[in-house]
Nanobody, 115 residues
Framework: VQLVESGGGLVQPGGSLRLSCVAS????????MSWYRQAPGKEREWVAV????????NAADSVKSRFNISRDNTENTVYLQMNDLKPEDTAVYYC?????????WGQGTQVTVSS
């Protein structure tokens, strides 16, 4: 299993970014995918989740009105569209899958929100 995130960067408050996570090594459409984030000095926290078929999603209250999770099962990719970014969204963002009883993480992509 391999997960590779991309799309992070430096953005001003109020800006947008779209993160991508390309997956391989398992039947992508059969598994839910999640995004997490970890800010400096804080524990990793859950951000959003999407079902294998993409027909069910959920997100943390802190981002629900601003972030949208989606997936393209033809491209084995899960996305996180982040709008109206705030300085407190600064973190390393990770995608995650639970496959055959094990948890797999990507290497993360840094998102920095600053003026």
């Amino acid at each position: 299993v391999q997960l590779v995130e991309s799309g992070g960067g430096l953005v001003q408050p109020g800006g947008s970014l779209r993160l991508s996570c390309v997956a391989s090594g398992f039947t992508f459409s059969s598994y839910g995918m999640s995004w997490y984030r970890q800010a400096p000095g804080k524990e990793r926290e859950w951000v959003a989740v999407i079902s294998g078929a993409g027909d069910s999603t959920n997100a943390a209250d802190s981002v629900k009105s601003r972030f949208n999770i989606s997936r393209d099962n033809t491209e084995n990719t899960v996305y996180l569209q982040m709008n109206d970014l705030k300085p407190e969204d600064t973190a390393v963002y990770y995608c995650k899958v639970e496959w055959r009883g094990n948890v797999y993480w990507g290497q993360g992509t840094q998102v920095t929100v600053s003026s």
